[in-house]
């Protein structure tokens, strides 16, 4: 059985009385896909975040291990280092740098020696070649989603956290999208949170469902999104 | 993409040697001394200009860092004699303070705003401790810090290792300029290297390149500290030029002068906050001479006017006016090729 990279151990986040996240026990394996889904507010971002830190000075309890090393405190960047990538739930890319200045920042921290071989070919893989030089707040949305990914990809990380991904890809943008996860997952494990159901079946990933700040249920694509308890606080009853 | 590509940061050689050849053959067509106060007023200017324009962090006190240096060259000079150590003193002390002061700021997670606030209350403490520092008692080793009226008479800048041989007028403006041209020249390469590329990364998402891995606070708080310090030599070099220093070094005018200077020339420019600063500072010195206007009134009219016609200041637009000014020739020349070609069909025909 392959390694757990990640894993948490009774979980819990809250912001005055609320509990965001509450007591998730949590764990993925080396190279594997898994899919966060669940209703607004769920808790799947804050999760998200208290996975890499970015939660620092909120009230939390319980454990986050990252390949078996307790990370709960650790700030942000230090858990970065560790070899992971996150694309945010909005596009999070310096706007007023071109796309090649945005991914060699990436590829430079961690291969500052072959940072310019990296963008070449991270460019290639994103065929955004025409687009290159140009800035990123020029950029439509969809594009500027890619350069995140991007971002991502030019750090060589061997676990990939993405929020929304799908969030505003249009159909084409979703085949790709979907081909470059999967390119991605061939090295890396990946958490995906996404609200939009054909994207998170395109995946056919394990898929984990929160609600109300806990893991409702988990299993695969089809037993979960059959699942009595899903379709009532989340699909509805007509969806299939 | 080249590394080069990254297209901030580069120097333009032939333009840096045009300004250093004009820089250096002033003298022979000015005096010196206002030049001097000048180029070390650019200076000043060129340390807030990289921190805020690169770095997007915003001091609204960094006087403190001038005063400091100049309090220091000062105060060393007196005890120590010999104006190297000084010299350097006075860049450090800046630097060490700043490095402590933003170690505290940006490991602390404070916002843009508080961290305005902390600079410029650190430079009022600094003003209002050294306007009580009349009295005997206020004395660092041989030097008394004189209250209101300030240290004068301090030994002033020597010859290294050779304390009897001082430096003043046009060597010193000479000494000044190559600072100036120095504190450039290490701009450039801060920006040209990966630490000032994260700088321009960070200003530009802070959150981004955390999660790239870049250790945020720490890059912030050595960009805090190296400006302190070019604050600070600026700071000494003005402390040898009025050869007096008093409070008046960390007033609130000297820190809201700088801010305007960078707005006035360009943020996000090296070359900007430096003609902001000669710009304005030229003007302030003619007013200086009048008595008719309040000079503060007139910069602030400037820097209405400037922030309402010219919002990304005089060196942006420059490059600006200058971009289009070739586009428009290159458009004539293309007109006038093809009116040519048209002209050669007909005769043809």
């Known amino acids: 059985m392959s390694e757990v990279v990640v894993e948490t151990r009774d979980l819990s986040v809250h912001f005055g009385g609320v509990f965001a996240v509450n007591g998730v026990n949590f764990s993925l394996r080396e190279r594997e896909l898994r899919c966060l889904i669940g209703p607004n507010g769920a808790g799947k971002s ?8 970015q939660l ?10 990252i390949r078996g090393e307790e990370v709960t405190t ?11 990538g996150v694309k945010t739930q909005v596009p999070s890319v310096m706007n007023g740098l071109t796309i090649e200045e945005n991914l060699w920042l990436s590829a430079s921290r961690t291969n500052p020696d072959a940072a310019d071989a990296i963008v070449e070919e991270i460019v290639a893989e994103l065929t955004l070649q025409s687009i290159a030089r140009r800035q990123v707040r020029e950029l439509a949305h969809g594009q500027r989603q890619l350069v995140e990914i991007g971002l991502v990809l030019a750090n060589k990380p061997w676990l990939v956290l993405l929020d929304e991904p799908a969030a505003g890809v249009t159909g084409q943008e979703m085949q790709r999208l979907v081909a470059i996860i999967r390119r991605i997952n061939r090295t890396a494990a990946l958490i995906v949170v996404d609200h939009d159901m054909h994207f998170v079946r395109m995946l056919e990933a394990r898929i984990t469902v929160f609600n109300q700040g806990a893991i409702l249920v988990e299993g695969s694509a089809d037993s979960v999104l059959n699942d009595v308890r899903v379709r009532e606080v989340y699909l509805g009853n007509r969806a299939r | 993409m080249t590394r080069s590509g990254f297209g901030i940061g580069r120097i333009r050689w032939n333009w840096f040697a045009a300004f250093s050849g004009l820089l ?53 000079s007196f005890n120590i004699g010999e104006s190297t150590g000084p010299l350097c003193l006075a860049i450090l002390v800046p630097m060490v303070v700043a490095a402590i002061i933003g170690a505290m700021m940006f490991y602390g997670r404070i916002s843009d705003v508080y961290l305005g606030v902390i600079t410029l209350v650190v430079t ?12 005997d008692a206020y004395r660092i080793g041989n030097a008394r810090l004189g209250g209101f009226n300030g240290i004068p008479a301090f030994p002033i800048l020597n010859l290294p290792g050779e304390p009897d041989v001082q430096i003043f007028g046009t060597p010193y403006y000479y000494v000044v300029v190559a600072c100036l041209l120095g504190g450039y020249l290490l701009a450039r390469f801060i920006l040209s290297s990966s630490f000032g590329r994260a700088l321009i990364g960070i200003r530009e998402n802070e959150l981004r390149m955390e999660l ?21 030599l600026a700071g000494a070099l003005f402390a040898n030029w009025a050869e007096i220093v008093t409070p008046s070094v960390f ?3 000297q820190s809201a002068e700088v801010i305007i200077w960078v707005i006035v020339g360009g943020v996000g420019t090296l070359v900007g906050p430096m003609i902001g600063a000669v710009l304005l500072g030229t003007l302030k010195i ?3 001479m009048q008595t008719s206007i309040d000079n503060s009134l007139v910069l602030g009219a400037i820097l209405i006017l400037v922030v309402l016609l010219i919002p990304r200041g005089f060196a942006p637009a420059f490059v600006a006016w200058r971009g289009r000014l070739l586009q428009l020739q290159a458009y004539r020349r293309h007109a006038r090729g093809t009116t040519r070609r048209r002209l050669h069909l007909k005769e043809a025909e």
């Open chain 1, 74 to 84: 650790w700030p942000t960047y230090r858990i970065m280092r560790l070899g992971i």
């Open chain 2, 124 to 135: 009022l403490i600094l003003n209002r401790f050294m306007n009580a520092t009349a009295g």
């Open chain 2, 286 to 288: 003619m007013l200086g």
């Open chain 1, 46 to 53: 804050t999760f998200f975040k208290s996975i890499t830190g």
């Open chain 2, 24 to 76: 250096v053959l002033l003298p022979l067509a000015s005096e010196t001394n206002t030049p001097t106060l000048l180029a070390i007023w650019a200076l000043f200017a060129l340390s807030l200009g990289l921190m805020w324009g690169y770095a997007g962090i915003l001091s609204f006190g960094h006087a403190a860092y001038f005063g400091l240096g100049a309090y220091t060259y000062a105060i060393a």
């Open chain 1, 56 to 65: 620092q000075g909120a009230e939390s309890s319980g454990q986050v291990l």
């Open chain 2, 212 to 232: 790239l891995g870049y250790n945020v606070p720490a890059l912030k708080t050595a960009i805090f500290a190296i400006c302190g310090g070019l604050a600070g």
């Open chain 2, 251 to 253: 007033s609130l005018g």
